[in-house]
């Protein structure tokens, strides 16, 4: 007869059943559940920890069962078939009750059958000594250990992805914003960002990179002398349009805060400023995402 639950097994089967909560208790495997989950939530970062966890309570498990069958010699059977009730009485999800196991309910069968395996193997003996409960705790400090250096690794590399552009005129006012729409530019919204300046002031460049185009022909005549860089840091380019001078050249690799021209009213100005763009992806972004300004 198939046993729907706790009731229809035997008292031999509920005596065993028992027998291997205590002995989990016996092995201070609470304690150990408790230490991996707050090792869990401390490393939470670290997938590893989650992916590992049914690894960890399964081997738990078949510990348990072969201290179990230490304890009960010649019980095999009894055990293998109480492990097959208690099975049954998993899948069958109204009878939850009597469930404050260690066993997860979630967990497959698949476990329940190398249980069942284990338990009727010719010897029982703890696969899992002292030595290698020792090497086990090492490899999880290990991992915490490495878990945090790869934190700290990543928000470094993060850092150095998200370097904030400096502003290009140190004392300069923002005369007109990304996005802003008015009379003389028509409906386009601004594509950029305007620094009110007087002629002749020294421009350093936001970000490092690559000079592509340095002169007032390559690009719509709108722009004025201008110039054009690949940044090194991060996906983008830079602009810098209306300019009088230029201290660079194209081709040339220049540093962040490095002169690269002078404020000018070249282009379709109706004063001395400089308009800066951020194009990513060919797309205007907007430079105040990406400027300490
Ligand atoms: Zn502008």
């Not at 005596?15 to 002995?23: F, G, R």
């Not at 700290?152 to 370097?163: E, H, R, Y």
């Not at 380019?237 to 194209?250: C, G, R």
Request: glycine share 6%; aromatic share 8%.
């Amino acid at each position: 007869m198939i046993p729907n639950n706790f009731d229809d097994m035997s008292l031999e089967q509920n005596k065993l059943l028992l027998l291997h909560e205590l002995t989990h208790v016996k092995r201070h495997d609470p304690v150990a559940v408790f230490l991996y989950r707050l090792c869990c939530s401390i490393f939470w970062f670290n997938p590893l920890y989650k992916q590992l966890e049914s690894g960890f309570t399964n081997a738990m498990e078949l510990n348990c069962d072969a201290d179990v069958l230490k304890q009960v010699l010649n019980k095999k059977f009894d055990y293998a078939r109480a492990l097959l009730a208690s099975l049954k009485i998993y899948q069958t999800p109204l009878n939850m009750h009597g469930l404050t196991l260690f066993s997860d309910p979630k967990h497959d069968k698949s476990i329940f059958e190398v249980r069942i395996r284990e338990a009727m193997a010719s010897d029982n003996k703890n696969r899992y000594d002292i030595i290698q409960k020792l090497v086990l705790l090492t490899a999880f400090i290990l991992l915490g250990v490495f878990s945090f250096i790869a934190k700290a690794t990543l928000n470094v590399s993060q850092l150095t992805n998200n370097v904030k552009g400096l502003k290009p005129i140190k004392e300069a006012w923002i005369s007109s914003n990304f996005d802003e729409v008015n009379e003389y530019r028509g409906p386009k919204p601004h594509q950029g960002i305007d620094f009110a300046s007087k002629m002749g002031i020294k421009i350093t460049a936001s970000f490092s990179g690559r000079v592509l185009i340095a002169n007032s022909t390559s690009l719509h005549k709108n722009y004025g002398k201008v110039i054009l860089i690949q940044n090194a840091d991060n996906n983008m380019q830079s602009l810098y349009a209306h300019l009088d001078s230029f201290n660079v050249t194209a081709g040339q690799i220049i540093n962040q805060g490095d002169v690269i021209g002078t404020v000018g009213n070249t282009g379709r100005v109706t004063g001395p400023h400089l308009h800066i763009e951020l194009i990513k992806n060919n797309k205007r972004v907007n430079p105040n995402n990406y400027l300490d300004l």
